[in-house]
């Protein structure tokens, strides 16, 4: 699974595979969070602030665990 290099204040990466959305954060730390739907990584990926589409659309719904 390869991260995609984002435009953010908060954001450095974000990844998609199996049902799971990845996202390493400016600190380092890498997070999946389990069963997103495609369409919110898309979603993500398009949004105009990373960090304010995290926030609001994904950390509160999705469960997670951090990787590092």
Do not use: A, F, T
């Not at 984002?6 to 389990?34: F, H, M, P």
């Not at 069963?35 to 398009?46: A, C, H, S, T």
């Amino acid at each position: 699974m390869d991260l995609k290099e984002v435009k953010s204040s908060n954001i450095s990466k974000v990844g998609y595979e199996d049902d799971n959305l990845y996202v390493q954060y400016n600190s380092g730390n890498l997070y999946r969070y389990k069963k997103v739907p495609k369409n919110v990584y898309k979603d993500l990926l398009e949004s105009d602030s990373k960090g304010r589409y995290i926030n609001s659309s994904v950390k509160s719904k999705y469960e997670y665990e951090k990787l590092k």
